[in-house]
C-alpha cells in the first residue's frame, strides 16, 4: 500500500511529497494563464489556411468538380480534388483497421460530411467562402443508415470500391466457448434475455482536430503540428503511405485540449494539409469546426447487443452470451489493436466467476462517419462492462434480489488471482468485496433502500443503481497487441543533469491528464529528486521514444512503467558511481530514497545530485561505466493492468416530465499504486461526467436519409455542472502485481464503469411501473414514454 501524503523531508513539507502524493500540477501555471500553446496558437511565417468542401449527402456518385470559380477568389491559392490526390496516389489512405478510407471523394460519396476538395487560401474567411464557389453534380444514391438492415439481400453495397464486394459485412469475430455456454444455458433454473443499444456517441473534446503542416521544399522536411493522439504512430504512417523518409518527418503535438479517442486516427484533414503545403510550397493550417468535429470525426461505440444470462435460482450466476451488431460507417476506420476487431470487448464476462462466456460480434458498413474509437475507454471496454452490469441488474430484478447482493455473491474471489476468465483474459489482481462495501457504506446503502421504499409508498420515483466494473488497460504486451503491425511497447529516456536536475522524455503524450506532473513523480519517487527539478518532455517525435500513443489507459501501466524502470538503471548506474566516489564496493552500498549509503555508516553516504556531479567530473570510473547518468529503456509490458471500482447512483425522477436527477454518486476506485491522488480524482470527476451524459443526454442520431441530427452542441448535448452532484469517491488500493510500481490505469475507469450505474438506477426508480430495461440516453421524453400506458401498483 502506499502513503497518500509521503511527506518531503527535503522541503520540509508534507504538502509536497518527493514522489507519491498530492502535489500541484507542474503544467497548470500555464494554462490558467492563458499560456498553453495549441495547434491553432501556431502561426508560421508566409501560413496559408485550408477549408474542406464536404459531401451534403450521405450516399451519392461523384458526377463531376468544378473548382474554376473558387479558383478565381483573389485570395485562392490552390484546389484540390479527388483526381490531384489520385494522381500523387495519395486519394486513399489505410486505416487503422486494415481497411482504407478516402483522403477525398473520387467514386461516390459515403457518408454526410465527407471530404470531397480541400481549399487553400490567403486567409480562413476566404478558404471557407471559397467552399461555396465549387460547383459538384452528384447522382443521389439510397443510403443504409440502419446497421440491422445493412445485411439485408438487395441492401445498397456502401463498398464498391474494394474489389469483389457485393454487401456491407466487415466482420465475424468471437471469443469463448459456444457449446460450452449453450449446455449451461440449456439447463440453468433461470436465464434472462435483453436486446441492449448502446447508442452511437461523440468523444467532443473541447478542442477540434486540426494540423499546421509545413513543408521544406529545400531539404524535404516535412514538420507537422497536429492535434493527435499518437505522434509517434502518425509519424510512421505519414512515411509509409506519402513516401517521405521517416527521418525527415517530425510530428508535434503540442498542448492538446482533450482526446478521447477522438485524436487517435489520421484524419483527410490533417493530409491535406500536408498535400496544401507541399502543392503552395508554405505552411497551411486547418483547424476544423465544431460540427465538422461532430459529423466527420471518429464517434465511439455504436453497439446493438443482444445479451443473456443464467443462473441458479438461489442467484449463483453461471453463464453470459451476447451477439452484438456494430456499427462501423463507412469505413473500418475503428481504432483496435490488429488482432482485436471488437477491441476489449470480451472481458465482458465482468467481475464475475463465470463457468462459461461467449460473444459473437460482426461488424457491418452504414453510410455514416467512421471511426468506433475507444472514447475514453480502452478498445470497447464500455460497452462490455455496459452489457454485463446491465444483465446483472435484469437477473436481479427476476430474481427479486438485491442487486448488491447478487454483485457480492458472484465476485471473483481475491485467492483467485491472477484469474483466468472464460474469454481469454488473465486479470492481475482484484479484491472485489472490500471496494463494493467501502461504496456501500459512503452511500448508507441500507438507508437508501430504506428511503427508497418510504417514497415509493408515497408515489414519489428514487432509484438505486448499481455498477461494478473491471476494466483491461495498458496496451500491451508486443506479443499480443500491435497497431499496424507496430507493437505496443513504450520507451523512456532520463538524463540527470551534473547538478542534479533531470529530464525525461517519454513516448506517451498528454492530452490533459498531467503527464508533465505524473511522471516527474515516478522519477522522484525512484530517484528521490523533488518533481519540480524533473522536466518531463513528451508529445515531439524529435525529441522523444517511439511508442504508440495516449489512449486506452495505457500511459501509466506502459509509460509509466518505463520510466520506473529507467529510473531504477539510472540508480543501479549511480551505485558503481557512488562506490568509485567513496572508495568502497557497490555491493557495500544501500539505497534510501535519494542517495547511496555504506551498509552500516549512514553517515557516509552520496546523494543522486552529488553522484551526477561526479558522474560528469574527473573521477575515474569502474569499466563498463561511463561519465553521466542517463540510461534508456523501451518497456514491453508483461500483461494489461485490470482496475476495478464500485459506483452507485442515486436519481429523483419527476414523474409529470419525465427529467432525471442524479442526486448523488459514489465511486470508489482501485487502480492499484497512486501516484497522485488529486490527479486522479480530477480523471474521475471528468470520466463520471461523461458517464452522465451519455446515460442522460449523448446520442450522435441520424434521419433516415442520412442526415446527422447532431452537429451542433446544440443538438448534441453535453453535461455541464448543472447536471452533475458533487462526486463522492473513495478508494482502494490492489497493486498490479507485475507493474515495476504497482499501478494500474485509471483514466477512464469512470466512463466506463458510470453509465450502466445511472441507467441501473433510472430502470430501479421506474420499477413499480413494471419498467425492467430503458436504452441510453434515458431523456426526459424516453422515461416520460416509458411511463406512459404503465399503471403503478397502488
Ligand atoms: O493514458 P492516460 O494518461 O489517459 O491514462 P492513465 O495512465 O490512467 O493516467 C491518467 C493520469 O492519472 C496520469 O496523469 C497518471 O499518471 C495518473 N495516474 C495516477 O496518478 N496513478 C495511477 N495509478 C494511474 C494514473
Redesign the pocket.
Known amino acids: 500500500t502506499v502513503s497518500e501524503h509521503a511527506p518531503n523531508p527535503a522541503a520540509g513539507d508534507p504538502s509536497r511529497p518527493i514522489g507519491f502524493g498530492r502535489i500541484q500540477r507542474k503544467e497548470d501555471p500555464r494554462f490558467v494563464r492563458g499560456r498553453g500553446n495549441y495547434v491553432d496558437d501556431i502561426v508560421l511565417p508566409g501560413m496559408l489556411h485550408g477549408a474542406i468542401l464536404r459531401a451534403p449527402v450521405a450516399h451519392a456518385r461523384l458526377l463531376s468538380i468544378d473548382a474554376s470559380e473558387a479558383l478565381a477568389h483573389p485570395k485562392v491559392v490552390a484546389v484540390i480534388t479527388g483526381k490531384d490526390l489520385e494522381a500523387l496516389n495519395l486519394a486513399w489512405a489505410p486505416t487503422l483497421s486494415a481497411d482504407v478510407q478516402a483522403v477525398l471523394v473520387t467514386d461516390k460519396v459515403r457518408f454526410q460530411g465527407q471530404e470531397v476538395a480541400f481549399v487553400v487560401a490567403e486567409d480562413r474567411y476566404a478558404a471557407r467562402d471559397a467552399l461555396e464557389l465549387i460547383n459538384v453534380d452528384y447522382e443521389f444514391l439510397p443510403p443504409v443508415i440502419d446497421a440491422r438492415k445493412a445485411l439485408d439481400d438487395g441492401a445498397p453495397v456502401i463498398r464498391d470500391d474494394l474489389p469483389g464486394r457485393t454487401d456491407n459485412h466487415i466482420f465475424d469475430w468471437e471469443a469463448g466457448d459456444a457449446a460450452e455456454t449453450d449446455a449451461i444455458f440449456a439447463s440453468a433454473d433461470v436465464v434472462v434475455a435483453q436486446e441492449l443499444v448502446y447508442p452511437r456517441v461523440h468523444p467532443a473534446p473541447m478542442e477540434t482536430c486540426g494540423a499546421v503542416a509545413d513543408y521544406d521544399t529545400v531539404d524535404g522536411r516535412l514538420t507537422l503540428y497536429e492535434t493527435t493522439q499518437a505522434p509517434h504512430a502518425h509519424r510512421t504512417l505519414y512515411a509509409m503511405v506519402a513516401g517521405i523518409p521517416e527521418h525527415k518527418i517530425r510530428v508535434v503535438s503540442p498542448d492538446i485540449g482533450g482526446g478521447f479517442g477522438n485524436k487517435v486516427g489520421i484524419y483527410p484533414g490533417y493530409i491535406l494539409a500536408v498535400v496544401g503545403s507541399i502543392v503552395t510550397g508554405k505552411p497551411v493550417k486547418w483547424v476544423e469546426d465544431r460540427s465538422e468535429n461532430l459529423m466527420s470525426t471518429s464517434f465511439a461505440r455504436d453497439y446493438i447487443m443482444q445479451g443473456e444470462i443464467a443462473a441458479t435460482k438461489e442467484g449463483r450466476i453461471l453463464a453470459l452470451r451476447t451477439n452484438v451488431l456494430a456499427d462501423h460507417g463507412a469505413f473500418n476506420a475503428t481504432a483496435q489493436p490488429t488482432k482485436n476487431p471488437a477491441g476489449f470487448f470480451h472481458i465482458f464476462t465482468g467481475s464475475y466467476d463465470l463457468a462459461a462466456a461467449h460473444c459473437k460480434v460482426t461488424g457491418v458498413y452504414t453510410n455514416k462517419a467512421p471511426g468506433g474509437v475507444a472514447y475514453a475507454c480502452s478498445f470497447r471496454v464500455t460497452e462490455a462492462v455496459y452489457l454485463v452490469e446491465r444483465m446483472v441488474d435484469i437477473l436481479a430484478r427476476k430474481l427479486e434480489m438485491d442487486p448488491a447482493e447478487l454483485r457480492l455473491k458472484n465476485f471473483i474471489k481475491p485467492e483467485q488471482f491472477p484469474y483466468a476468465n472464460k474469454t481469454g483474459w488473465v486479470y492481475d489482481s482484484g479484491n472485489y468485496e472490500p471496494a463494493m462495501r467501502l461504496s456501500m457504506e459512503m452511500a448508507g446503502y441500507d438507508e437508501l433502500r430504506r428511503e427508497q421504499k418510504e417514497k415509493r409508498e408515497r408515489g414519489e420515483l428514487m432509484g438505486i443503481g448499481i455498477s461494478f466494473f473491471t476494466e483491461t488497460?495498458g496496451a500491451g504486451p508486443r506479443k499480443h497487441f500491435d497497431i499496424v503491425g507496430l507493437g505496443m511497447a513504450d520507451g523512456a529516456e532520463l538524463r540527470i543533469h551534473p547538478t542534479g536536475k533531470a529530464v525525461v522524455r517519454i513516448s506517451?503524450q498528454?492530452?490533459g491528464?498531467?503527464?508533465e506532473?505524473?511522471?516527474a513523480?515516478i522519477v522522484a519517487e525512484e530517484l528521490g529528486i523533488p518533481p519540480e527539478d524533473i522536466d518531463v518532455v513528451h508529445g515531439d517525435t524529435d525529441q522523444t521514444p517511439f511508442g504508440l500513443g495516449?489512449?486506452?489507459?495505457?500511459?501509466?501501466?506502459v509509460s509509466?512503467g518505463a520510466v520506473a524502470m529507467v529510473s531504477r538503471k539510472v540508480r543501479d548506474k549511480a551505485r558503481f558511481i557512488a562506490a568509485a566516489m567513496l572508495e568502497t564496493r557497490a555491493e557495500d552500498l544501500e539505497w534510501e530514497k535519494g542517495r547511496w549509503f555504506v551498509k552500516g555508516d549512514p553517515s557516509a553516504g552520496k546523494t543522486i545530485s552529488e553522484i551526477a556531479l561526479g558522474a560528469h567530473g574527473t573521477l575515474t570510473l569502474p569499466d563498463g561505466v561511463d561519465g553521466n547518468l542517463d540510461a534508456e529503456v523501451t518497456y514491453d509490458p508483461p500483461n494489461l493492468t485490470f482496475p476495478f471500482g464500485a459506483y452507485i447512483c442515486v436519481v429523483d425522477i419527476d414523474p409529470g416530465t419525465g427529467h432525471v436527477k442524479v442526486r448523488r454518486f459514489i465511486a470508489v476506485d482501485d487502480?492499484?499504486?497512486?501516484?497522485?491522488?488529486m490527479?486522479?480524482e480530477g480523471?474521475v470527476h471528468g470520466g463520471l461526467t461523461d458517464g452522465v451524459g451519455m446515460a442522460l443526454m449523448e446520442m450522435i442520431s441520424f434521419d433516415e436519409d442520412g442526415n446527422c441530427l447532431s452537429g451542433s452542441f446544440m443538438d448534441y448535448l453535453i453535461p455541464t455542472a448543472m447536471e452533475v452532484p458533487d462526486w463522492e469517491t473513495g478508494f482502494t488500493v490492489t497493486p498490479s502485481p507485475h507493474h515495476p510500481i504497482g499501478?494500474?490505469?485509471?483514466?477512464?475507469s469512470a466512463t466506463v464503469g458510470s453509465p450502466p450505474a445511472v441507467v441501473n438506477a433510472i430502470v430501479d426508480a421506474l420499477a413499480p411501473y413494471g419498467v425492467t430495461h430503458m436504452d441510453m440516453p434515458c431523456t426526459p421524453a424516453r422515461v416520460w414514454e416509458a411511463m406512459q400506458g404503465r399503471t403503478r401498483p397502488p
Not at 499501478?743 to 477512464?748: D, H, P, S, T
Open positions: 488497460v506517451v498528454s492530452q491528464q498531467g503527464h506532473t505524473t511522471f513523480q495516449t489512449y486506452g489507459s495505457r500511459s501509466t501501466p509509466g487502480c492499484g499504486t497512486r501516484i497522485n491522488p490527479i486522479i480523471q499501478a494500474k490505469g485509471i483514466g477512464e
